[in-house]
């Protein structure tokens, strides 16, 4: 399995160390991007949420609990979480 950084990594990942590309889902107060990093080339799925819409729709524990789940995940059929980060 290839050693990825885990989502509690120290260097900072931002937006712009991404290519952005199509949007591959939409939901409620969000959606997934399949995007390329600029340094790697690699292929990663980035989803973007709204935090005024997270907030207005009393959803930030359910987001929150989501990265949680998503970090404690080892499978080869679930997806990494590689980072998180949040815009002003």
Do not use: W
């Amino acid at each position: 399995m290839e050693n990825r950084p885990s989502a509690q990594s120290k260097s900072k990942i931002s937006i712009d160390d991404f290519e952005l590309g199509k949007v591959v889902g939409q939901g409620a107060y969000g959606k997934v991007m399949l995007c390329r990093n600029k340094m790697s080339g690699d292929l990663v799925a980035i989803k973007c949420v709204s935090q005024e819409q997270i907030r207005d729709l009393g959803k930030t524990r359910h987001i929150f609990r989501e990265k949680d789940l998503l970090m404690e995940m080892k499978h080869q059929f679930i997806i990494n979480l590689i980072s998180t980060t949040m815009d002003a």
